[in-house]
């Protein structure tokens, strides 16, 4: 018997000594403040809690070192101090997606019980176990001060609520997310749910000879074993290309050790997870594909109809050799990226529960419901009304849960045993399972005229896409749209591939595919003005595209560009830094390429007292939900009701997957429309009078084409974003600050506009510095959260972010995405930086050493 205290209440424990507290607070005592991040590895301290005063990671804890201990979680804080490290982690914006939120509020305070009023390096120090994702540390920092303030004075903090756009109104639902009451779907009981787990492949390429689930269906608590045999429907899925198999059957070859072979459903996850391991699987190894430029050689193919995914090429302004020969100078170099993991704190996890009709809800935290609902209703057999698709906001995502993971599972477990399931996958294998940051190789070639202007670009480009196409094809896609970066230059020449390996898959995440060019491109761009002899700002402002000037596609720019006032907002920092690199980014809004895009927004009014937003977009730390409030309060009024904001495929009203900065820009235009809508009925009638009635809007861009096509004024894309930003050094080489000037055309709400900034900030310097996932023929050299080189707070500097508007002519309100472009010029711009410092040129990331 293991006697403690849990928020001041004794408990007596007989259960297992070795269980870790993490899972007995949250599976026995129904506690779930404290999240699981990183399953056990004690590298994320969403986790944390308080013991005899002191901070522990409850995920690395077991219930024999707890015994005559005191345990304090978030629940068992005084009222008056809980309330007020919410409120502040909330006013500043230091609440984004939230998973880590509770994690942070813990060790937030036991600094301010021992230290009343903390310097910076103070709560650097104290919080340098966590890790958060989303913000960039900032607000964070922001916020402690703020509680200690607030209770040093003994002053109450006000939160914003229901202001309309320009303000600081708080971020949808932070309060409750920081406190752990807001569920993710790990948070979520039904009666009767049991729990699957899946078997994956050993080997990134084998022949499948036998699966034998003999011995796992007998491990007692087992309800059913699954293989691929057992899916009533289409067994490939796939966003754009459907060439991935829900699970591997017996006689087929793997792709990567990601590929499903089993699933297991047991009584409970630890049951479904040792059945997992009874799994026997007889394998023919076979010689891995690895490298992206000899796969072009379909030696070996991947997939049987070569290992070429896509190509996208154009030449655009004449002949490229006649251009480069008039050129006074050239430079050109090969770079080269790395494989990156996304890093969100929340695994992947659903629950599938049966519905009438014998139909199936999905309760999912995916960034596209409506997707979800098409591959699941396909691979169930089912028509797509027999699916609803609910999301569950997500703990931060950043472009990796656009792909089908465990939700096809869940369902497909749910309808055959007509039960609800939940799957939840363990950090490590999530690592394993979902798609990366592509891995580039570029060789690039640039010239000027002696007047400084650009002449000419060659940029070829292979993108090693892994096992699957995800959306490898638009990603280098994307890429070869943005090979000239934000510049005008009157010849170019590109080629872009995206090639299969047997390495793990790779698809969208923050920037797809615009990081690695623009990373070649700037650094291209600093390397032409030293052998020109030309200052690096002023190249960059002769050269930057501006109305009438023309992208690497040929798309003429119109009204709305603000890339010149970006660097114009950075000059004066520039100039005083010691040692200082600068960059610039632009970054397509919206899918674009020929693509539709489009978005429905509904406002049903429940009573004079209560409006529900209904829209198709995944609230993922972004603030979409809050944006959708401030943009309906701008346009009404009426600020003393409730808003509530649901996103399911329930309501049939479409927002497509929210992915290319455009959740903003779509819903915000289909919002408006609604809005005014119901503004004009108001005019003659109250609101209450109006209960019951729904009002819609609709926007849509039909208009865009495909880059290489032979249009007459191409139009790629009908929006982009628009940055530049400075990293500065230190006497030793070490980040000191990020100036980071971004073109947002209409700041909607200030704190999220910076934090999101801030956040990408940090996750480009990652990028430049730290991050890879490193490969062994196509294995997992480690699955270790620690080892990904995620930037943690120590690591933070000083982020200046300054705010352009220059409006878009088709945005809310003016209004652009900037979700992704805030770390499109931050690695360029620090790899820049340290050529000032140490004169060394660096062409592949990560380079590998300390951010600061």
């Given at each position: 018997m293991i006697e403690f205290s849990l928020n001041g209440s004794p408990i007596s424990f007989s259960g297992k000594e070795d269980l870790f507290l993490l899972t007995w607070l949250r599976e026995d005592m129904g506690i779930v403040s404290p999240k699981n991040g990183c399953s056990g590895q004690g590298a994320c301290g969403a986790c944390l809690v308080e013991i005899d005063g002191k901070p522990a990671l409850s995920c690395r804890t077991p219930m024999k070192k707890v015994k005559g201990?005191?345990?304090?979680?978030?629940?068992?804080?005084?009222?008056?101090?809980?309330?007020?490290?919410?409120k502040a982690f909330v006013k500043k914006g230091a609440v984004q997606c939230g998973f880590c939120t509770p994690g942070f509020l813990a060790r937030t305070k036991l600094l301010l019980e021992q230290n009343t009023c903390p310097s910076i390096e103070d709560i650097k120090k104290a919080l340098g176990a966590n890790l958060c994702r989303c913000t960039g540390y900032a607000k964070i920092i922001d916020a402690v001060i703020l509680a200690a303030q607030s209770l040093k004075d003994k002053k109450e903090i006000k939160l914003n609520e229901n202001m309309g756009i320009g303000k600081n109104q708080s971020k949808h639902d932070a309060y409750l997310t920081a406190l752990g009451k807001r569920e993710f779907i790990d948070d979520m009981r039904f009666e009767g749910m049991v729990h699957g787990a899946l078997k994956f492949s050993d080997h990134p390429r084998a022949r499948i000879l036998s699966i034998k689930i003999e011995k796992a269906q007998k491990l007692p608590g087992v309800v059913r074993v699954f293989t691929a045999k057992d899916i009533p429907g289409q067994r490939m899925t796939g966003i754009i290309h459907q060439d991935w198999p829900a699970m591997v059957l017996e006689g087929e070859t793997t792709r990567y050790i990601g590929d499903v072979l089993a699933g297991v459903v047991a009584i409970d996850e630890p049951t479904a997870r040792n059945a997992c391991q009874l799994i026997d699987v007889e394998y023919e190894v076979l010689t891995p594909v690895i490298d992206p430029v000899e796969a072009l050689k379909d030696e070996i193919k991947v997939h049987e109809k070569g290992n070429l995914l896509s190509k996208t090429e154009f030449i655009r302004g004449g002949d490229i050799d006649a251009a480069f020969k008039t050129s006074a100078h050239i430079v050109s170099a090969q770079y080269r990226t790395q494989l990156v993991e996304h890093g969100f704190l929340e695994t992947e996890t659903?629950?599938?529960?049966?519905?009438?009709?014998?139909?199936?809800?999905?309760?999912?935290?995916?960034?596209?419901?409506?997707?979800?609902?098409?591959?699941?209703?396909?691979?169930?057999?089912?028509?797509?009304?027999?699916?609803?698709?609910?999301?569950?906001?997500?703990?931060?995502?950043?472009?990796?849960?656009?792909?089908?993971?465990?939700?096809?599972?869940?369902?497909?477990?749910?309808?055959?045993?007509?039960?609800?399931?939940?799957?939840?996958?363990s950090r490590d294998e999530s690592i394993r399972m979902h798609v990366k940051r592509h891995p580039f190789v570029m060789n690039?070639?640039?010239?000027?005229?002696?007047?400084?202007?650009?002449?000419?670009?060659?940029?070829?480009i292979i993108g090693d896409t892994g096992a699957y196409a995800s959306l490898g094809s638009e990603v280098l896609n994307r890429a070869a749209g943005h090979a000239a970066g934000g510049y005008h230059v009157p010849v170019v020449a590109v080629v872009s591939k995206a090639v299969y390996t047997n390495n793990l898959p790779a698809g969208a995440m923050r920037g797809f595919g615009v990081n690695q060019v623009t990373f070649a491109m700037e650094c291209m761009v600093d390397e032409l003005c030293e052998k020109a002899g030309l200052n690096p700002w002023q190249f960059r402002f002769d050269n930057?595209?501006?109305?009438?000037?023309?992208?690497?596609?040929?798309?003429?720019?119109?009204?709305?560009?603000g890339l010149r006032d970006t660097l114009l907002a950075v000059k004066a920092d520039y100039d005083a830094a010691k040692y200082a690199g600068l960059a610039l980014g632009i970054k397509n809004i919206g899918y674009g390429n020929g693509l539709i895009d489009e978005s429905e927004a509904q406002i049903e009014v429940v009573s004079g007292k209560k409006i529900i937003i209904h829209h198709g977009w995944t609230e993922m730390g972004q603030g979409?939900?809050?944006?959708?409030?401030?943009?309906?309060?701008?346009?009404?009024?009426?600020?003393?009701?409730?808003?509530?904001?649901?996103?399911?495929?329930?309501?049939?009203?479409?927002?497509?997957?929210?992915?290319?900065?455009?959740?903003?820009?779509?819903?915000?235009?289909?919002?408006?429309?609604?809005?005014?809508?119901?503004?004009?009925?108001?005019?003659?009638?109250?609101?209450?009078?109006?209960?019951?009635?729904?009002f819609t809007g609709r926007w849509v861009c039909d208009w865009t084409t495909q880059p290489g096509k032979d249009v007459e004024n191409p139009q790629t894309h009908f929006a982009y974003g628009y940055a530049a930003q400075v990293v500065c050094l230190d006497d030793e080489g070490r980040v000191d600050k990020v100036v980071a000037a971004h073109d947002a055309g209409c700041v909607i709400n200030p704190n999220l506009f910076e934090g999101q900034i801030q956040g990408a900030v940090m996750?480009?310097?990652?990028?430049?510095?730290?991050?890879?996932?490193?490969?062994?023929?196509?294995?997992?050299?480690?699955?270790k959260m620690v080892k990904l080189g995620l930037p943690k707070i120590k690591s933070m500097p000083q982020i200046i972010v300054r705010a352009v508007e220059v409006k878009d002519p088709k945005g809310p309100f003016g209004a652009k995405g900037v979700g992704e472009i805030g770390l499109v010029p931050t690695a360029p711009a620090a790899i820049n930086a340290l050529y000032q410092f140490d004169k060394k040129r660096r062409y592949e990331l990560p380079v590998g050493q300390r951010i600061r």
């Open positions: 201990c005191k345990i304090v979680t978030i629940e068992g804080f005084d009222l008056k101090l809980k309330d007020t490290l919410a659903a629950i599938a529960k049966p519905i009438k009709n014998n139909g199936v809800q999905i309760y999912t935290q995916s960034q596209g419901i409506y997707e979800d609902r098409h591959t699941i209703s396909n691979l169930l057999g089912l028509a797509k009304e027999k699916v609803i698709a609910t999301l569950v906001p997500c703990g931060g995502a950043f472009g990796g849960k656009e792909d089908l993971t465990v939700q096809g599972h869940a369902a497909v477990f749910c309808y055959l045993l007509k039960q609800t399931v939940k799957v939840r996958l690039y070639k640039l010239g000027c005229d002696t007047n400084g202007m650009l002449t000419a670009l060659s940029a070829e930057a595209l501006k109305k009438g000037s023309m992208t690497a596609t040929g798309q003429v720019m119109g009204d709305g560009v979409v939900d809050t944006i959708a409030r401030q943009i309906l309060t701008q346009v009404v009024g009426h600020k003393e009701i409730e808003i509530e904001v649901v996103s399911s495929t329930a309501s049939e009203i479409v927002g497509g997957t929210t992915t290319a900065s455009r959740g903003t820009f779509l819903l915000g235009n289909a919002l408006i429309m609604a809005a005014q809508k119901l503004k004009k009925q108001l005019k003659t009638r109250k609101l209450s009078q109006l209960s019951g009635q729904k996750m480009g310097l990652g990028y430049a510095f730290t991050e890879k996932l490193d490969l062994d023929r196509g294995h997992l050299v480690s699955s």
